[in-house]
């Protein structure tokens, strides 16, 4: 047990790597800016999952309502709207202008006056398609048994063409494609908000001068790696509490049923954040590494900042086909498939080797990045004052 | 015991340049272990670079820095206490905190860094700040955190850029305490100052640097031998021209009736004495040790002449 061989420090200290990034962790999970921040997180994200669930367990029914001699057509258009999939509430109303001022004011939203075979529908703007059948199949079967058919030739006559589905599009299909968005937002935000923190803490070494001191006793490369790995597992920790609280409130609401709420979706987006926040916490800090000043940070890390954003707006353009050539395509690239593969996976059932080459592509370009990050930071890092060139830093 | 390895932090032909600006060009002077060594020059002369080049956080053109005869090793630099030139502490983190951690850094293991780290804020008289942000200090103390920072691991050498800067002369006189025993305790000790009256009085030798060269060097007595002697004398005696007349004698300075006299090398005050005498009563006769800004003067006039 020899200290002095097991770490840099040479002197019976603790490697210095190890040290900087247990200051990153200290400091930050003691900062009013995690701990707000986890909380509204987490608030959010309970809260949409709550609403979600409310709305996807409730469509507002269609209030009917029927006066004089349409009043006999209750039953049957009752049950034509079932067979049609309305969600129809049907009432009695004695008046007909009393009915309309109802319809007016909006706590009616259809009136149906005259007599049972030849009726009239009022409606304030307008009125669902599958309520108007309904009620049209309604007048047709009073008209017929005004003919004198009977109630089984009514019926036989009146039977729907059966339909058949080929791929009958599950109704979980539009909740599980929202949830894999938002999936993809609280990832995109945290990615680019330990991102920047990670900007701005190297910058801040730059700022305020105490890079001369550390650089005298610790490498940049251990410097660097400290900082992105003590910022990187509070990231970690935070996504960690959102995504059990996430994960607590699915299984208490019980939209369990959707694949992208479930439990290996959510660990499939915190893995993936730990990769793209390797892999855009790394570029961040090279940029940031050119610049002394916190006002120039956002600048500096523009270019960085728009790659993200893009993998944001690809987002947007991949979901609706989540298995389509551009999604399938942008998705293993580095630059985006942090986001984009996370949010697919979600979506849809990805082939494996699709998220083999993913994850492949963008570790070998983290890789790429550290060393890349390494010698812009150690070049850049004790040039204060104004911005470094990044080509100046990249030669030495 | 001396052997070949010399307890002292030897600066061996450094040079520096910065584009067509020569900033330090073979740079050849030591610290010895248990000296406090006085670096003065004026702004620009290149002590910054001399001192950044020391700690490894600028390379130089050419040359080397030896500590026990060897060259300085990554390893040997992260045992050097350094206050640079540009100040600079995380503005929002404890203070003990912050000291505790650059002693960790700096290879102390955990519990010994923050007992140090205690200790030299009760030493600076800032015991009771300890859990203050450092950006909540006033200037001043802020000054004396980067000196604990600089002091809390025990370095073997010490390394500080106008440590005087902006300190009050309670803290001044704290700081020139600690200079002393460390040196005593055989660190050597190398600092920046303008404050020439202070370096004067603390340290065992000066290097007076310019242009990026070392143009003088040693204690300060040392650097007397080589300047000019100067004589008071203090004579009721209208103004005469008995002093200018003599060969090698210049008249410096009339306050009064007294008068300072610089002589050539050679010349002998006895005989400026008799000139004064003839020229009338002469109630005071004394030799005048110029200071080291009349030093540091001498010296930098030379060479810009």
Known sequence: ?396 | MSGTSRRALEIDGISKRYGETVAVRDLTFEVRAGELFGFVGRNGAGKTTTMRIVLGVLAPDAGAVRWLGAPLTFEARRRIGYMPEERGLYPRMQVAEQLAYLGELHGMPDADAQEAALGWLDRFGLADRRATDLQALSLGNQQRVQLAAALVFGPDVLVLDEPFVGLDPVAVDVMADVLRERADAGVPVIFSSHELDLVERLCDRVGIIDHGRMVACGTVAELRAGGRERRWIDSPAPAADWGAGLPGVRLVETDGSRRLFELEPGVDDQALLQAALAAGPVRAFERMEPTLGELFRAVIGETEA
Not at chain 1, 88 to 96: E, I, Q, R
Request: one cysteine or more.
């Open chain 1, 1 to 396: 047990m020899n200290a002095r061989s097991a770490g840099p420090a040479g002197t019976g200290g603790l490697p210095t790597t190890f040290l900087v990034a247990r200051r990153e962790v200290r400091l930050r999970l003691r900062s009013r800016v995690f701990v707000g921040g986890t909380i509204v997180m987490t608030g959010l994200v309970v809260i949409g999952i709550v609403v979600a669930s409310v709305l996807a367990g409730r469509t507002t029914p269609v209030l009917v309502g029927f006066a004089g001699g349409s009043q006999a057509l209750e039953r049957t258009f009752a049950a034509s709207a079932a067979a049609l999939g309305a969600n129809v509430t049907t009432s009695d109303v004695a008046d007909v202008a009393a009915g309309r001022a109802q319809v007016t004011a909006g706590t009616l939203d259809v009136l149906v006056t005259g007599s049972a075979t030849a009726p009239t529908a009022v409606a304030k703007s307008a009125i669902a398609s599958n309520v108007e059948s309904a009620l049209s199949l309604a007048a047709e079967a009073a008209r017929l048994a005004h003919a004198g058919l009977s109630p089984a030739a009514i019926t036989s006559a009146m039977a729907m063409v059966p339909v058949q589905l080929l791929q009958p599009r599950d109704p979980k299909d539009t909740q599980n494609v929202l949830a894999s968005l938002a999936l993809g937002i609280v990832l995109w935000i945290a990615l680019g908000q330990y991102g920047n923190m990670v900007a701005q803490g190297v910058v801040e070494e730059k700022a305020t001068r105490i890079m001369e001191i550390l650089l005298a006793t610790i490498e940049p490369s251990r410097l660097l790696a400290g900082k992105v790995i003590g910022i990187g597992l509070v990231g970690l920790l935070q996504l960690t509490i959102v995504g059990a609280a996430a994960l607590i409130t699915v299984h208490l609401t019980g939209l369990g049923a959707i694949p992208a709420l479930g439990v290996a979706s959510v660990v499939a987006d915190i893995l993936w954040f730990l990769i793209g926040f390797l892999f855009y916490a790394t570029a961040y800090s090279a940029v940031a590494s050119l610049v002394s000043r916190q006002e120039e940070v956002q600048s500096a890390i523009a270019p960085i900042a728009i790659l993200q954003i893009a993998g944001y707006l690809l987002v947007y353009a991949a979901l609706p086909n989540p298995t389509g050539t551009l999604a399938t395509v942008c998705s293993v690239l580095p630059p985006f498939a942090p986001i984009l593969m996370a949010v697919r996976m979600a979506a849809t059932d990805v082939p494996l080797w699709q998220v083999g080459l993913a994850v492949a592509l963008t570790l070998a370009s983290i890789v790429g990045l550290i060393w890349l990050a390494g010698r812009i930071y150690a070049n850049a890092a004790l040039r204060l004052g104004s911005r470094v060139r990044f080509m100046d830093a990249f030669r030495g």
